[in-house]
C-alpha cells in the first residue's frame, strides 16, 4: 500500500572532509523507503524512485512529475544496476609500468596538481585538455570549466561536440538561444509532429510515448529518416530519404509552403529579418528536382508541407540525423526556416526541439564547458568574460579553445600534453578512432575520472574512482531545460568520491583557494554567473524542478520560450544551398553506412551492458542490411560479415532488415566487440566541428 509522499528530513551524507545534512524527499511505498531523483539515462530527464537493499533496487516512475508523469522506459527500471556492479574502481590509482596501483586520495590528488602544474609552467595553459562530462552534474561541469580557465585555457569540451554542438551552433544564430523552445507537456497540444532525424520511441522513449498517444488522438505525424522507425510505421507521411540530404529535403518543403501561400506572413513581418535572400534560395528547390538528391517522391514533399504548415501549432522534433553531418549546423538552421517561416515559435505547441541526449548535456553546455562559451553561452572573446573575472578573481583567456574534436589529433602533434578527462569514453564514442589512440599514448599525462575501468582509462596515468549518479548530489537540467535535483540512493564503493568533491580539492590545491563544501555551495556560483539560473534557490528545485530562464522576469521559470521575442531579438532566417556529404558511395565503396543506437543500450555500454536484463535484449553487436543487398551478396540472416570504409574495417554478424533501405546499412556504436567509429572519418562540420557520424561510404563483403 503506498502510504503516500513525506519530506524526511536530516538524511545524513558523507564525503570523506565534507559532511552535510540534506533534506531528501522519500515516501513510503509499500515496505519500502524510495528515494526521489533523476534517471541517469537520457535528457528526457525522469523523474524516478528508488529503493536500494538487499543488492537489489526497485524503481517507480514519479507520478507527480511533469515530466514523465509516473512513466519509465526499460533503462530506467533495468539499467540502474551498473552502480551496484562488482567491477567498480574503489581507490585512485598511478601507473607504473603495465599496470596501476592503488594509492590514497591524498597522493592521488597531490601528483596531478603537481603534474599539471608543470606542464602549465613548461610548456604553456594551452597544452592541458579538459574533457567534461554530460553524465555529471552542473556543479561539477561548471567546476571543471572553471579549473581550466583558471589555469589559463579555453581548452574544455564535451560529448556535445559530438551531439548538439551543431545545435548551439545553428540556433544561436537564428533564434539567440540554443535550446528546446517548448515543455514536453506542451506537446500535448501539438497538432502536427514533425520528427526528423529522432528514432524518439528508442532513443527518448517518454517522449515517444506521448508522440504516439497524442497520434491516436488524432494528431499528424510526419517523419523523415533513412530507416523505418517505430515512428514512421505510424505516420501519416514518411520520408524515407537518403542520408544527408536533409537540406535539399527540407528546401523543397519550404518551396512548397512558399508557393501555395502557406506561409505566416504577420509573423515574418514583424518578428524575422533575412526572408529575401532566403525565399530566393529555396525557389531553386522544386519538389520534382529535389527527388533526385532525396529519393523521396514529389506528392509525399507536397504531402508532408501541406500537413506541416496548415495544421497549426506544428513542433519538431529532431535528433543526430540532423545534427551528425558535416553540414550540421546547417541542416538546423533550415529545420529553424521551416518553423520561422509557418510562425510556429514562442506559441503554445509548437517549436523546435533538439531531443538533447545525455541526462545532462543541456547543463553541461549552459555550464560552459565547451571550448567556444563561457558558462551562459558568453563568447571568450567578448567583454561578458569581465564578469567571469570578477566572480573568480582571475585573469582568463579570451580565445577560442580546442575542440573535442581537435584535441586528439593535438596530443599527436603535441601541441597538447595533458588530457584531464572526466566520464567520457572516447576510444569506442569518437570519430576516426586510430587518432584518438595515437593521440593518448602521445601524452605526458593523461587523467580519468570515471566508475569503471573504461577502454579509454586503460591508457591513463592517474585513474580517479568517481561515485555514480545514484551516490552523489546535485543537479541535472533535461531537453526541457528544466533544472531538477539529484539525489543519492545509496553509499558508494569503497572509496569513490562524487566528481564535485575531487575537482574542488584540486580547484582549492591547485589555485590555493576554499574548496567547495557542497554542491549547493558550488550551485550558489552558478546563480551569479549564469543569468538564466540566477533566480531560484537550490533547495526550491526539489522535488519538482523549474524550467529556465529563471530570473526577475520569469520567477518560476518559463515552458515556452520565444512568445512575445527572440532571445536574439528578431528570428532570422538563412538562406541554405544543398551541398553533398564529404562521403559519397562509389564504385569501389558502394553502400552509404549510418550509425546510431539501439533501445537497450547506452554508447560505449559501460552503464547498460552490466545490467543483466538489457544486455540479454540485445548482446552482440549487428549491422542492419536490407533483404534486397542480403539476397544479392548472398547474405544469410545472423552471418558475420566485413563492413570496410577508407579509414578502417569491422566485423560483426548481419540482421537482415525491411527497416533499412537498399543501399544502407546501419551499426550502432554501443559493442567495443566491433567499434564502428574506426570507420568513420575525420571530417567536421566547419561551424560547430561535428564529425559526420552519419554518412560513410563503405563496402559489404560476406
Ligand atoms: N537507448 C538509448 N537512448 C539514447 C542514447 C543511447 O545511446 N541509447 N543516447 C542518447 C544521446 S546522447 C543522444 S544524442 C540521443 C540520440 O537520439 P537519436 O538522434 O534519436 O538517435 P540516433 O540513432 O543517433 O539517430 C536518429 C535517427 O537518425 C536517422 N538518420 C541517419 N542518417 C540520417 C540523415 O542523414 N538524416 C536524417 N534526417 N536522419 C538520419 C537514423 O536512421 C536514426 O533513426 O539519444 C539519447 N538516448
Ligand atoms: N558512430 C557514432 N559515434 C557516436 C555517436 C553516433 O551517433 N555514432 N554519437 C555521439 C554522441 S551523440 C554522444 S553524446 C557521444 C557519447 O560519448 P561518451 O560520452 O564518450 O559516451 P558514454 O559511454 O556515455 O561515456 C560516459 C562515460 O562516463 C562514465 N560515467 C557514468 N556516470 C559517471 C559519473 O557520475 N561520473 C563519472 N566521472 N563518470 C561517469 C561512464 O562509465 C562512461 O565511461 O558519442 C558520440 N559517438
Ligand atoms: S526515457 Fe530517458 S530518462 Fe526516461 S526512463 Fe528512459 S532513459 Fe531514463
Ligand atoms: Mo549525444
New binding site residues.
Given amino acids: 500500500m503506498k502510504i503516500g509522499y513525506q519530506l524526511i528530513i536530516n538524511t545524513y551524507y558523507a564525503a570523506s572532509s565534507v559532511c552535510f545534512r540534506r533534506n531528501i524527499f522519500k515516501s513510503r511505498q509499500n515496505s519500502k523507503i524510495m528515494t526521489l531523483t533523476v534517471c541517469?539515462y537520457c535528457g528526457t530527464g525522469c523523474q524516478i524512485e528508488v529503493d536500494y537493499s538487499g543488492d537489489h533496487y526497485t524503481v517507480h516512475g514519479y507520478t507527480r512529475s511533469a515530466v514523465n508523469e509516473g512513466k519509465l522506459c526499460i533503462k530506467g527500471y533495468q539499467g540502474l544496476s551498473?552502480a551496484s556492479s562488482h567491477d567498480r574502481i574503489t581507490s585512485p590509482m598511478l601507473r607504473s609500468g603495465d599496470t596501476w596501483v592503488k594509492v590514497s586520495w591524498d597522493e592521488a590528488i597531490d601528483y596531478v596538481v603537481k603534474r599539471l602544474k608543470e606542464i602549465r609552467d613548461r610548456y604553456g595553459p594551452d597544452a592541458i585538455a579538459f574533457q567534461a562530462?554530460?553524465?555529471?552534474?552542473n556543479e561539477?561541469n561548471y567546476l571543471l570549466q572553471k579549473i581550466a580557465r583558471m589555469i589559463g585555457t579555453n581548452n574544455v569540451d564535451?560529448?556535445?561536440r559530438?551531439?548538439?554542438s551543431s545545435t548551439v551552433a545553428g540556433l544561436i544564430r537564428t533564434l539567440g538561444t540554443a535550446a528546446a523552445t517548448g515543455s514536453i507537456k506542451s506537446l500535448k497540444s501539438t497538432q502536427t509532429f514533425f520528427v526528423i532525424g529522432s528514432n524518439t520511441t528508442e532513443q527518448h522513449p517518454i517522449i515517444g510515448t506521448t508522440i504516439i498517444k497524442q497520434k491516436k488522438a488524432g494528431k499528424k505525424l510526419i517523419v523523415a529518416d533513412p530507416r523505418r522507425t517505430k515512428l514512421a510505421s505510424i505516420a501519416d507521411v514518411f520520408l524515407q530519404f537518403k542520408p544527408g540530404s536533409d537540406v535539399a529535403l527540407l528546401n523543397s518543403m519550404m518551396f512548397v509552403i512558399l508557393k501555395r501561400g502557406l506561409i505566416d506572413s504577420e509573423f515574418i513581418k514583424s518578428r524575422t529579418e533575412g526572408f529575401e535572400a532566403f525565399a530566393e534560395e529555396i525557389e531553386k528547390y522544386p519538389p520534382e528536382l529535389t527527388e533526385q538528391i532525396t529519393g523521396v517522391p514529389p506528392d509525399l514533399v507536397e504531402k508532408a508541407a501541406e500537413i506541416y504548415a496548415s495544421n497549426r501549432p506544428s513542433a519538431i522534433l529532431y535528433g543526430?540525423g540532423i545534427?551528425?553531418h558535416i553540414h550540421g549546423t546547417e541542416n538546423v538552421m533550415s529545420v529553424s526556416n521551416l518553423a520561422l517561416m509557418t510562425g510556429n515559435l514562442g506559441r503554445y505547441g509548437s517549436g523546435i526541439f533538439p531531443l538533447r541526449?545525455?541526462n545532462n548535456?543541456q547543463g553541461s553546455s549552459d555550464m560552459g564547458a565547451l571550448s567556444e562559451f563561457y558558462p551562459g553561452y558568453v563568447p571568450p572573446d567578448s567583454p561578458g568574460v569581465e564578469k567571469f573575472e570578477r566572480i573568480w578573481e582571475a585573469k582568463l583567456p579570451r580565445k577560442v579553445g580546442l575542440m573535442l574534436s581537435e584535441m586528439f589529433d593535438a596530443a599527436i602533434d603535441g601541441r597538447v600534453k595533458a588530457i584531464y578527462l572526466?566520464?567520457?569514453?572516447?576510444v569506442?564514442?569518437?570519430?576516426n578512432l586510430s587518432d584518438v589512440e595515437r593521440g593518448l599514448k602521445n601524452l605526458e599525462l593523461f587523467v580519468v575520472?570515471?566508475?569503471?575501468m573504461?577502454d579509454?582509462?586503460r591508457y591513463a596515468h592517474v585513474i580517479?574512482p568517481?561515485?555514480?549518479?545514484l551516490e552523489?548530489e546535485g543537479t541535472f537540467t533535461n531537453t526541457e531545460r528544466r533544472i531538477q535535483r539529484v539525489v543519492p540512493v545509496k553509499d558508494p564503493p569503497g572509496d569513490a568520491r562524487p566528481?564535485w568533491w575531487i575537482l574542488s580539492q584540486i580547484y582549492s590545491k591547485i589555485f590555493d583557494r576554499e574548496a567547495y563544501r557542497s554542491p549547493e555551495d558550488i550551485f550558489n556560483e552558478i546563480r551569479l554567473a549564469i543569468p538564466n539560473y540566477s533566480g531560484v534557490r537550490y533547495s526550491d528545485l526539489y522535488p519538482d524542478g523549474k524550467q529556465w530562464p529563471i530570473n526577475d522576469q520569469h520567477p518560476e521559470g518559463a515552458e515556452i520560450l520565444h512568445v512575445d521575442k527572440f532571445a536574439r531579438g528578431l528570428g532570422r532566417f538563412m538562406a541554405i544551398p544543398y551541398k553533398s556529404p564529404s562521403e559519397s558511395p562509389d564504385e569501389e565503396y558502394p553502400f552509404i553506412l549510418t550509425?546510431?543506437?539501439n533501445y537497450y543500450h547506452?554508447?560505449?555500454?559501460?552503464?547498460t551492458r552490466r545490467s543483466e536484463i538489457l544486455e540479454r535484449e540485445s548482446p552482440n553487436p549487428y549491422v542492419e542490411i536490407s533483404v534486397n543487398d542480403a539476397k544479392k551478396l548472398s547474405i544469410r540472416n545472423g552471418q558475420t560479415i566485413t563492413i570496410e570504409s577508407r579509414h578502417g574495417s569491422i566485423k560483426l554478424p548481419a540482421m537482415v532488415t525491411s527497416k533499412i533501405p537498399d543501399g544502407i546499412v546501419f551499426?550502432p556504436?554501443h559493442f567495443k566487440e566491433a567499434r564502428?567509429?574506426l570507420l568513420?572519418g575525420e571530417n567536421l562540420d566547419p561551424y560547430s566541428k561535428i564529425?559526420e557520424?552519419?554518412v560513410v561510404a563503405v563496402k559489404v563483403k560476406a
Avoid at 569506442?428 to 570519430?431: F, K, L, M, N, V
Avoid at 547506452?602 to 552503464?607: I, P
Wanted: charged fraction near 15%.
Fill in positions: 541517469p551498473y562530462s554530460a553524465k555529471c552534474t561539477e564535451h560529448c556535445a559530438s551531439c548538439h543526430m545534427t551528425q541526449g545525455q548535456v572526466m566520464g567520457e569514453n572516447p569506442i564514442t569518437e570519430a575520472q570515471d566508475i569503471f573504461t579509454t582509462a580517479l568517481a561515485t555514480s549518479a552523489k566528481d550509425t546510431g543506437r547506452w554508447h560505449s555500454g559501460t552503464m551499426v556504436f564502428v567509429n568513420v564529425p557520424f552519419k
